[in-house]
């Protein structure tokens, strides 16, 4: 199969990966794997749970406990409604491709065989089509379709556009989503753990400096912020960097304090400690003065104990 017409074939989603439109491709490998004592390819039949391995590209590692239990005791009234997926590698050995929560329900329910779709797949169609199955689930956290979208992008070589149009969203919220990345690992945890909101966390994205970053988080969780307070503290916190920089062109033309290297690197180390923008201004004998602006009396307190005033 060239490799155009493979492309296009992973183009159209899910869906099409699992319709098996090229019939002569698997036709060919269904030859070496189809024999008498086990189920053809292309065919819905009932395989033992032993017979099927985990996929190595699975990208959800965390699974509820109590969620899991509850779709086992469904599965042991109902059954499974919704056939897994393989592929078939051998005459008794099978690799899932979509199906994880429903194949560890059906243990837990204590089923010695399920109901699955058995196909042939190469390796980049396992990875893509076990990252669109997981991205498509309503449950997934918003770090876990951050991780499988750039999964997606590192794996299977895809941009954003193409990316956007595999997954079914807007360019925009495939990128909103990939920004989450570059949150500090305390505040990606936060995002797992469905402590704070895909809404707080697009606010700190918009922060560049790390520790500005850490103290809204750390606002949100004492102040229990909604996600317009912390949008307004973020302008807040942008609003010194304008007047800084007003004072610097006010300062000898700007010229003193923006070639002086030292100011400079003072300025971004205090800026650092305090959590917020500390403006430095000064002119050419060395005399200036130091802001450090506060956003409430509760961060004027945090201030002055760091002072230990």
Known sequence: MSSAVKRNALGKGLGALLSDKDQTNANIESQSLNTPSSPAVNTIAAIPVEQIEANPYQPRDKFEEESLNELAESIKIQGIIQPLTVRKLSAKSYQLISGERRLRASKLAGLTEVPAYIRTAN????IEMALIENIQRENLNAME??????????????????????????????????????????????????????????????????????????????????????????????????????????????NYL??????????????????NKVLISADTKGKGSINIPFLSTDDLNRILEMLDW
Not at 170 to 179: D, E, I, K
Not at 258 to 275: H, V
């Open 123 to 126: 390796d980049q169609e396992m």
């Open 145 to 254: 379709v951050a991780f499988s979208f750039q999964r997606m992008i590192d794996e299977c070589n895809l941009k954003q556009e193409e990316l956007s149009g595999r997954v079914g969203k807007n360019r925009s919220t495939v990128t909103n989503y990939l920004r989450l990345l570059k949150l500090p690992p305390m505040i990606q945890a936060a995002i797992r753990d469905q402590q704070i909101s895909m809404g707080h966390a697009r606010a700190m994205v918009s922060i560049e400096n790390v520790d500005q970053q850490l103290f809204v988080f750390k606002e949100i969780l004492t102040k229990d912020l909604s996600v317009r307070k912390v949008e307004e503290l973020v302008r807040a916190m942008s609003t010194p960097k304008k007047e800084g920089k007003e004072k610097e062109k006010n300062t000898n033309g700007g």
């Open 258 to 275: 923006t070639n002086n290297f030292e100011y400079q690197k003072i300025q971004d180390e205090l800026s650092s400690k305090f959590g």
